[in-house]
């Protein structure tokens, strides 16, 4: 599905910080730079994909943009209202509007309850349905996701894993949000299940017409079902493109090594892809390098990257990239 030029969410230089250690360690409190100045747009309709290396802050982007974890710096706009710094109170009707669905279904569902009253929580704390309403919503999400009705009774370990990742979805989509955050969906489950949790969500995008964030490490898997791609490094965005334009042709060096690195069948040797192996680790977010982030492990760094950092920037073809010489866009 392709999106609309007009954003569902937006955000504007988002920053996240969290502090450890306490004044009694030796070290004193130090600052993880999880988040930082972000801007990302997502349009209604689309499905923009989120990639990077573990680590790099893809999972504590998404709960900053669904308000679990409070925005240090920057904006956060829903729907063209600023939502940062919203209590508790406030966020409860945008709670109904977005959702998330987590990486580990087995972490993110209690152990304790039935499926069917899992799925039925959201709408009990924010729907004016009846009892019987809301057993018959839960019957017709059951089957929106693929579960059979005797499925309700069930505890979560009686499923398996893709059975419990189709109990988190329906539990996401029970409110009829516009924009689901999905971070990592796929990622803890079997091959051949992932693409039956891709179809259905591409399903569930078609009929419920909702707009998606897709967050993997995959790069397979986020081609297939993404319409923008962006690609993260140590908690910023170095670019943001078309998906299909970034796979075929990345601008920026850290998105060249991560696609160099999908597999691919070769049928002839001059269809064989060159692949990039970046050197050294990823630096500390505690001690973020000077400079563009990546130039320790950037095969074309040169002096002024070790000095100035890259801003995302936008070029002709619509391509955004953070390196002062990316490939051609």
Known sequence: ??????????????????????????????????VDNVSLTVRRGETVGLVGESGCGKSTLARCLVRLYDITDGQLL????????????????????????????????NPRRRVGDLVAEPLRVHAKLTSAGIRERVAELFDLVGLLPDHVGRYPHEFSGG????????????????????????????????????????????????????IAHDLSVVRQVSTRIAVMYLGSIVEEGPSEEVFSAPAHPYSQALISAVPVVETTPSGRRKRIILSGDVPSPLKPPAGCRFHPRCPVAKDRCRTERPALVEHKSGRKVACHFPASV
């Open 78 to 109: 829903f729907d063209g209202d600023d939502i940062t710094a919203k209590s508790l109170a406030e966020l409860r009707p945008v709670r109904r509007r977005l959702q998330m669905v987590f990486q580990d279904p087995s972490a993110s569902l």
């Open 1 to 34: 599905m392709t999106g609309t030029d007009q954003p569902i969410l937006e955000t504007r230089a988002l920053s996240k910080r969290f502090s450890i250690g306490t004044r009694f360690s030796s070290e004193g409190r130090r600052v993880v730079h999880a």
């Open 163 to 214: 059975q419990r990742q189709r109990v988190g979805i329906a539990r996401a989509i029970a409110l009829n949000p516009d924009l689901v955050v999905l971070d990592e969906p796929v990622s803890a489950l079997d091959v051949s299940v992932q693409a039956q949790i891709v179809n259905l969500l591409a399903d569930l995008q078609d009929k419920l017409k909702l707009t998606y964030i897709f």
